[in-house]
């Protein structure tokens, strides 16, 4: 199940965070997408670590702490995107289509003319395709 | 999947843009109209990027940006690539299009400066590439956002010198 995904601008500004958990841990879940903003700027800058996938867009498992899993994606536009989920055996194809439908979502949302570019995404849309993306991710997940 | 809208429909807006700009709203300030009309450019230009770079993996550097805008970006755009690129390797790239799809059916309304041409066809001719050069802040505002939306700030002009033959000029801001 995926628990928090957001969205970061270039300038690491939050663009979009929502959290999908019944519990009262949001300010944990905060936590955790920043931190892993320096580990993005660390795989991004560091080319010799992160080796063949460079340029790719797909970032990867970021980092796993005990009970979740960050994953990154990082578009040519420098708009990062962060995906924290409770799944321990997710696989790599699977997130990384997942991320391609959130970056289609938010392509649509920031080609609408009154959005404007570098202030948060308020669209409601946006918000109801992200949560059924979230929600198919857990279908499939446990099937 | 994308939707498409008709040739035409883009020619005609892109007109009635640029001569509601220069003679309604900002008559007597040209330099405030194109200013206005290529901020409109910028913001296309900057979303359209954002779309068109989505499958593709992120640009090592300014040259492979400027080719995905000469190749991919263009053909989105006008249905052909840059016909010629140029560079001078220290941040001024020349993109030159053959036949520029927003210029090839322009032509000037002879009645509208008609006393001008006969007495003095230089003044006409002056005015009537001071109208197609108004055209152009689109264009070049469109390559403006979609390049500084890739993280190269630039300053991006356009020369018509041969038409319908017409060249952008980018330069790289350090």
Redesign the interface.
Request: net charge neutral.
């Given at each position: 199940m995926i628990v928090c995904v957001a969205v970061v601008g270039?300038q690491n500004n939050p663009l979009y965070i929502q959290s999908f958990t019944d519990a009262d841990d949001a300010l944990k879940l905060h936590h955790i997408v920043h931190c892993s903003l320096d580990v993005i700027d660390e795989k991004v800058n560091n080319p010799k670590k992160s080796g063949p996938t460079l340029?790719?867009?797909f970032l990867g498992l970021l980092y796993p702490t005990e009970n979740y899993k960050v994953y990154g994606y990082?578009?040519?536009?420098?708009?990062k995107f962060i995906l924290v989920t409770t799944d321990l055996d997710v696989k790599d194809a699977d997130v990384r289509n997942y991320f391609r439908s959130f970056?289609?979502a938010?392509?649509d949302a920031?080609?609408n003319?009154f959005h404007v570019?570098g202030k948060k995404i308020t669209s409601k849309t946006f918000a109801e395709r992200v949560t059924n993306i979230v929600k198919s991710f857990g279908f499939s997940s446990a099937a | 999947m994308g939707r498409e809208v008709a040739e035409s429909c883009v020619d005609s807006i892109l007109t009635e843009m640029v001569s509601t700009y220069c003679n309604r709203f900002y008559a007597n300030k040209p330099e405030l109209a194109a200013r206005r009309i290529e901020a409109i450019g910028y913001q296309v230009g900057h979303q359209l990027s954002e779309r068109y770079t989505m499958e593709r993996p992120r640009f090592n550097d300014h040259l492979e940006a400027i080719k995905f805008i000469c190749k991919d970006f263009w053909s989105e755009l006008f249905k052909k690539q840059i016909d010629n690129l140029k560079t001078n390797h220290r941040g001024t790239f020349v993109l030159q299009d053959n036949k520029f799809r927003w210029l090839s059916r322009m032509s000037i309304d002879p009645s509208e400066n008609g006393d001008l041409s006969q007495d003095n066809p230089e003044a006409a001719e002056n005015k009537a590439a001071q109208m197609t050069s108004m055209h152009l802040y689109f264009p070049c505002g469109i390559i403006r956002g979609a390049l500084s939306n890739l993280g190269i700030p630039c300053a991006v002009s356009a020369d018509m010198s041969n038409l319908p033959a017409c060249s952008f000029v980018v330069r790289i801001k350090a």
């Open positions: 270039h340029n790719e867009t990082l578009t040519n536009t420098k708009v970056h289609a938010y392509v920031v080609s003319p570019p | -």
